[in-house]
């Protein structure tokens, strides 16, 4: 035990930071390996975070620092607020002990806290809101505990589903109604380890920029017999807001000032979306899917900045209720309550319907960031701020048999990220269906940068534009021309809406001849260096 260390330098200090490094995954899992390291004598007493010492590094790629490994160590020093740290009452032998402070520190290196139930966004973000959900007993936490992403902190942090399995595992309580067998402690560690591997080999080669799973699997309760599904993705070209509604409120970019123009923004989205379910009916009587899960869609995407957050809710939630499908759209400017100075940040946000045992149905929020603003964003009052975490790989589960059938993988950036040729080179080996969400102005030039990439990348990229400027596409590395524009919607301003119909096989198992899959056509040669696994 180590008797000295600087009060900064200990668990308790570092996830209390705003830019906790605790939110960069491999930076958590490295606390878990050490943790799930340690003898089980080091837990007979109680271990708090003031008790743990550790210290960040700064190195390209990790937006919150990077941690030292060989920094952890227990530290000699007065045990504060152990109680809070107790391992429940049902915990009888010393690996259950063991298990649950493990599960209890690492909890608390994400939050920074013991309030669990707590609300993670600072309170001055609500301050125009009169009501609160109210807050549970801390107490409840050593009993039964939700253990998803929306608790760890807001959509944009990195960690993967593989974090939730994790902390389900170290806390889970007798009757939490799961069937799988509870792992024991030398499993988890193997499998953390496992995956801090895969963590520093994801990460990219030329970028630097860390790559995330998240699973998009059956969004309901699944058959009981084998399954698969075609991806149906929508495309809408809204307009509101355009190009000219953001220089008429350039001293309001979050546009929450102007009551007329909300009414009208708000107006156009659920016309748009009820323009959706309208246009699903029509492409059936000519396209029909014949799928028996009864869906009429599974991916619907919006332009960039394209839906204002107070119309999530709304709107877009009961839609994806409805139909089960991911949506995948551009956030108008907003602040990030829960970084230092709450920057104005440009992101997209995927909206991903999943269902569990544990949890039931819910939607998963994971909020794509977006890196290079353009010189336009730089005029308004305030600035936005760069901010790209991570960058995010959908894993769409079209097939039951998950051994021998790896997932469709989608991606998505924010226009001007687009144009970043080192994400593109570390996404041409990673993803399976590039989308870019977009409010450019420039459509030419957006078009010959599809038509290029979806060959260098080979894979389909899709382009939504917004309806101020059309040029929305869809792009696929096909030997025949006439296959390779699967869709192009042209024309200026036009609210469209448009849909394709693609077989994951085609793509997962690309470049094997599969001309009738959907989109029609053969593949081209692969480009020099294109590596399929």
Known sequence: LSETIKPENNLAALSAKQENPFFEEENFLRLAEWLLSQPVESFEEIVTPWQISCNTTFQKGYRFGKINPSSFG?????????HLFEPPDWCE???ERQRAQIGQLLRFALRGSNDLY?????????????????????EQQRYSGFQGRSAFGPPWLPLSFFTEELLFQLLRWPGAGVSTDQKELIQLKFEVKQRLEKLRIQRG????????????????RPPKEPWDRLLRVGVVQSIIPDFNDYSAHANDPELINDPMFRSRQRGHLAAMIEGVSQMLRVRDTHRQQGRSDGRVIDLLVFPELAIHPLDIDPIVVPFIRTHKCIVLFGQVYHQEHSLPGS?????????IPQWSHATGFQIRRIEQGKQNLTEAETNFSPTPESFRPVQWLVEYQWHSDTDTHRPLVLSASICYDATDLALASDLRSRSDLYIVCALNRDVGTFDRMSEGLHYHMFQGVIVVNNGQFGGSSFFMPFSETYHRQVFHLHGQPQATIAFAEIS??????????????QPVGRWKTPPAGWNPD
């Open 205 to 220: 080669e030329v970028s630097s920029v860390t790559f995330l799973e998240q699973t998009a699997s059956w969004p309901s």
């Open 343 to 351: 920057p104005l940040i440009n992101s997209c946000l995927w909206m």
């Open 118 to 138: 707590g609300n993670f966004i600072s309170d001055k973000a609500f301050q125009h809101f009169r009501y609160k959900k109210p807050v549970s007993h801390w």
């Open 504 to 517: 994951p096989r085609k793509l997962v198992e690309r470049p094997a001849n599969m001309a009738t899959d």
């Open 74 to 82: 227990l530290i000699n020093t007065a045990q504060r607020a152990a």
């Open 93 to 95: 032998t010393y690996e």
